[in-house]
């Protein structure tokens, strides 16, 4: 049984920090894709950031430069440092696996004030 579980959301000013982790369990992580989503309240959830099994790392236009993703394949862990985060990026963040079958975290909630 997959399982991934997010954590490091909450309240910050606009232009502060935080930084997401993603834990999974149950899968042989280093051979997985990761990838970070997030649902803005009563809007879609969209894709933030990618990373491949190898490193290789994307980001969605509106966050690069701002946010980095990365991974510890040792603690099975994915990251997402979050910088210059701005009112409009409050939204639940979610982790998925990548592969054959996508595997979603419960979300960690992230609340940016102005």
Not at 10 to 29: E, I, K, P, T, Y
Not at 88 to 97: I, L, M, Q, R, S
Request: aromatic share 8%.
């Amino acid at each position: 049984q997959v399982q991934v579980v997010e954590s490091g959301g909450g309240l910050v000013q606009a232009g502060g920090s935080l930084r997401l982790s993603c834990v999974v369990s149950g899968s042989d992580f280093r051979l997985n894709a990761m990838g970070w989503h997030r649902q803005p309240p009563g809007q879609q959830r969209e894709w933030v950031a990618g990373i491949g099994s190898g490193g290789s790392t994307n980001y969605a236009d509106s966050v690069k430069g701002r946010f980095t993703i990365s991974r510890d394949n040792a603690k099975n862990t994915v990251y997402l440092q979050m910088n210059g985060l701005k009112p409009e990026e409050t939204a639940v963040y979610y982790c998925v696996t990548g592969g054959v079958r996508n595997y979603w975290g419960q979300g960690t909630p992230v609340t940016v004030s102005s």
